[in-house]
């Protein structure tokens, strides 16, 4: 598969799991990794450049590990442009299997 | 693991001019990232694969960071040198009637090129065709040294091997080089090419010393001393230098003993140190059938410069960029030597930024 479009499903994946609930780094790569075939290294740059975007923000939280985490939380324009995404991910989605099922107007 | 890890991406981020907080900021995460993989049960080398190399991480993050204003203010001196040059050469010209060698100032282009945009260590290795080049040419028109005056050139990959070889080996490096220069000086200058020649031994000499087995190296060494005292000796003694170099057999003979010489194995193992060796012998060879042939002293030189163009081809990727400062001094020197026509030659010059911007875009 093309890797920017592979990249362009990956962020959407993750603003999908943090608009469910705050998370932090690693955990995102965890949930990503066990759900779809995705390259791990490629998110943590997803998530900053998404973070620098205003998508999420982030506030830090201690843990019994050691070191306080960071963990990311979806911001309203995150939220407004991952309703926005959806939409324009299902219309198209829609459009593709309509024409892998032979199920489209000639 | 985890320290180097971070280590290198700090690296790689500083290369970038990424501004320190950016760097803090990309480390701690980095560091968390690392932390909670290892929690998780991942080996060092599985957490290495998860989370990327760092080379690869840095690239994507480019987008990310600020870049200092340094870099800003070094690529604004950068693109506005032509410019500046051409002031300079033109005030020089009008005012004070230098048009020559006030072109000289058409090399502040590609030598504020190498030392802005690039590595410190690239920038040194880059900049030493210029100074060689402007060493050689006050040499030449100043004081009618252009032989042996070609000596500098060897500037050029004495300094990439000081700055790229490992502190322990750059002896052992340098001393095909040091040979050549102190031979071609007693050469020239004393006419003493024979027995001159006896310096080359400096090669296996400072060779041995990297022996492990001390003892070893003593006998070998004093092998060496005491081969050439004899050739001495019995050269000048009875002129019977053929006798004098039956010597030669004894240091030889304890070098395979104690498997010292075992670079020519490695060499003949190795196809490209194979073609590398072959190509160095040919050029010095040329050079000085050149030389000695059609008096070519002035111009001669032009051929050594293949030599470090020779080992980047061979053991670097082809990149016309790192060729460039070798072509263009050849260009230069040829077209302005050949033709007369130095107020027009350092234009080659300009091939090398041209080619970095071409080949980087």
């Known amino acids: 598969m093309n890797t920017q479009f592979k990249k362009g499903i990956v962020e959407m994946c993750i603003l999908s799991l943090i608009s469910r609930k705050d998370m ?21 740059p997803i998530l900053r450049r998404l973070t620098a975007q205003g998508f999420f923000e982030t506030y830090v939280e201690q843990t019994n590990i050691g070191a306080p985490r960071k963990y990311y939380r979806m911001t309203d324009f995150g939220r407004k ?26 | 693991m985890k320290d180097k890890y971070l280590h290198t991406l700090r690296k790689v981020l500083e290369e970038h001019q990424a ?29 290495w694969h998860i989370l990327g190399d760092p080379k690869e991480v840095a690239k994507d993050l480019i987008d990310t960071i600020h870049l200092k204003k340094e870099k800003d203010i ?15 050469f033109f005030l020089l010209g009008f005012t004070k009637n230098l048009w020559h060698p006030g072109w000289l100032v058409f090399l502040m282009i590609p030598i504020s090129a190498i030392l802005f945009e690039t590595k410190l260590k690239d920038g040194i290795v880059g900049i030493m065709p210029f100074i060689s080049v402007i060493t050689f040419l006050i040499l030449g028109w100043g004081y009618d ?11 050029i990959p004495i300094v990439a091997i000081i ?21 071609i000086i007693l050469g020239v200058q004393y006419e003493l090419w024979h027995p001159g ?21 003593l006998v070998l060494e004093l092998s060496y001393i005491l081969a050439i005292s004899f050739y001495l000796y019995v050269g000048y003694t009875y002129d019977k230098w053929y006798l004098g170099a039956i010597g030669f057999i004894l240091p030889f003979s304890f070098s395979i003993i104690f498997g010292v010489i075992k670079i020519t194995v490695d060499i003949r193992n190795d196809k490209k140190a194979r073609i590398f060796v072959g190509l160095v012998l040919a050029i010095i060879f040329l050079f000085f059938a ?38 263009s001094v050849i260009l230069f020197f040829s077209i302005g030597y050949f033709f007369t026509l130095f107020h027009l030659s350092w234009l080659a010059f300009l091939l090398i930024p041209l080619v970095a911007v071409i080949e980087n875009a």
């Open chain 1, 24 to 44: 932090y780094g690693f955990e995102v790569i965890d949930t990503l990794a066990k759900a779809i075939d995705v390259n791990e290294n490629t998110v943590y």
């Open chain 1, 81 to 106: 442009k991952l309703n926005q995404y959806e939409t324009e991910w299902r219309s198209f989605l829609e459009g593709v299997l309509k024409i892998l099922g032979g199920n489209y107007e000639g």
């Open chain 2, 19 to 47: 501004l320190a907080n950016d760097i803090d900021d990309i480390l701690n995460d980095y560091e968390q990232l690392y932390n909670d993989a290892l929690a998780s049960g991942k080996t060092d080398d599985e957490v």
């Open chain 2, 74 to 88: 070094k690529t604004k001196i950068v693109a506005s040198m032509p410019f500046i040059s051409l002031i300079i």
């Open chain 2, 145 to 155: 040294l252009w032989h042996p005056g070609w000596v500098v050139f060897f500037a």
């Open chain 2, 163 to 183: 700055v790229n070889v490992d502190l322990k080996d750059i002896p052992v490096s340098l001393s095909p080089f040091i040979a050549t220069i102190v031979f």
């Open chain 2, 197 to 217: 020649w006896l310096v080359f031994l400096i090669i296996p000499m400072i060779g041995t010393l990297y022996h492990k087995n001390k003892v070893q190296v």
């Open chain 2, 290 to 327: 050149l030389g000695f042939g059609l008096h070519g002293w002035v111009w001669a030189w032009q051929v050594l410069l293949l030599i470090p163009m020779a080992a980047i081809i061979i053991y670097d990727k082809l990149r016309f960029t790192s060729l460039m400062p070798f072509i």
